[in-house]
Each structure stands twice: as C-alpha cells, then as structure tokens.
C-alpha cells in the first residue's frame, strides 16, 4: 500500500526524496521505496523519518 501521508508530510516541508534520505542516512531509493509500498521499513527508520517531519509514528505508518 502506498504511504500518501510520509509523501504529503514530506511535501509539506518543501523537503525532496534526497533530503529526507539524507537526513535519516538511507538512500533515496529507499525513501521511493517506503512511498511507493515496496518496502516495510524497520521501526527505527520509522521513527527516524518520524522525529525529521515533527510526526508521530501513527500520523505517518499506522492505519
């Protein structure tokens, strides 16, 4: 399943794939990857990508 809301939070903070990935030290692939529902990241990239858009783990992975 596609995550739509890591993507609009992402946007939201004018930050690009490269950036996010940058700032949680994966590649940007992995960033595409986790958007597009290619890949289940582990719960400390969760909450890595988390604390980078000042979201809670809910509002980004959780349904």
Known sequence: ????????????LDMNQQQ???????????????EKGDYNPTIK???AICKTLDKTLDELFWE
């Open 45 to 47: 990239l969760c909450i």
């Open 20 to 34: 996010l990935a940058d700032a949680v030290g994966v590649s940007r692939q992995t960033i595409n990857a986790i």
């Open 1 to 12: 399943m596609k995550n739509l809301r890591l993507k609009s939070a992402r946007a939201a």
